[in-house]
């Protein structure tokens, strides 16, 4: 049964600094992983979509990596900002296709000036 | 472009009534998703469409029920409320099963059981 860990449940840093999120899964035979951003109160946007031939994806000061094989995706976030506070989420597909999501529990990120 | 809309917003229900949660989507997409959000934990699959007219069980389907009968809505249903099912409900479209193609989600309805 595939499960999703987030390492660490909850992150406090300075402004500025570069930082990694971890993802791990227990099932490599997956298709594509997602990275998700959620605000209090609101729902998720989504960061970015790696697909299961890809090493990696970048958007901005955001780069995300893929390694099927280890079962694991990392976050990584460049000069961080205050404006980058909010819990961030990734998820992998269930089994049986049609893209259902298992979600990790989140990795808390405070950003502080 | 609202994206996926969410309806009611809030809701507080007393154990054993019934209530429909509206999930409304303006980007023409084939794919549609209810998840629950618990303190805590990640999001868990409740219910999904593949299309007008499809539905099928998730994760964490007992209680619920759901029906899609125009594309551009899916709805949720509690038949018997529980306290068990205080959440946070969010709904995802996404736009067809290529591998590229990322789930896009709604505000969320934060469901209250007393």
């Known amino acids: 049964k595939q499960e999703v860990t987030q390492i660490p449940a909850a992150l406090s840093v300075p402004e500025g600094e570069n930082l990694v999120l971890n993802c791990s899964f227990t099932?490599?035979?997956?298709?594509?992983l997602q990275w998700f951003r959620q605000d209090p109160g609101k729902g998720l946007t989504s960061l970015l979509l790696i697909q299961s031939s890809q090493r990696e994806q970048t958007s901005g000061r955001l780069n995300a990596s893929l390694d099927k094989s280890s079962g694991r995706s990392t976050l990584y976030i460049a000069a961080s900002q205050p404006g980058d506070s909010a819990t961030y989420l990734c998820?992998?597909?269930?089994?049986?296709?049609?893209?259902?999501?298992?979600f990790g529990a989140g990795t808390r990120l405070a950003v502080h000036p | 472009n609202a994206g996926v809309t969410q309806t009611p917003k809030f809701r507080v229900l007393k154990t054993g009534q019934s209530m429909t949660l509206l999930c409304a989507q303006d980007?023409?997409?084939?794919?549609m998703y209810w998840y629950r959000q618990d303190p805590g934990m990640g999001l868990r699959l409740i219910h999904y469409?593949?299309?007008?007219?499809?539905?099928a069980k998730g994760e964490v389907p007992d209680g619920y029920n759901v029906s899609r009968l125009k594309k551009q809505n899916f709805l949720l249903g509690l038949e018997s409320a529980a306290p068990s099912q205080t959440s946070v409900y969010f709904c995802?479209?996404?736009?067809?099963?290529?591998?590229?193609?990322?789930?896009?989600f709604g505000d969320g309805t934060r469901l209250s059981i007393l």
């Open positions: 099932d490599s035979a997956i298709y594509n």
């Open positions: 995802a479209s996404r736009g067809d099963n290529r591998f590229d193609q990322p789930q896009h």
């Open positions: 998820a992998v597909p269930l089994s049986g296709g049609y893209n259902k999501l298992i």
């Open positions: 980007m023409n997409h084939e794919y």
């Open positions: 469409s593949v299309g007008e007219g499809t539905t």
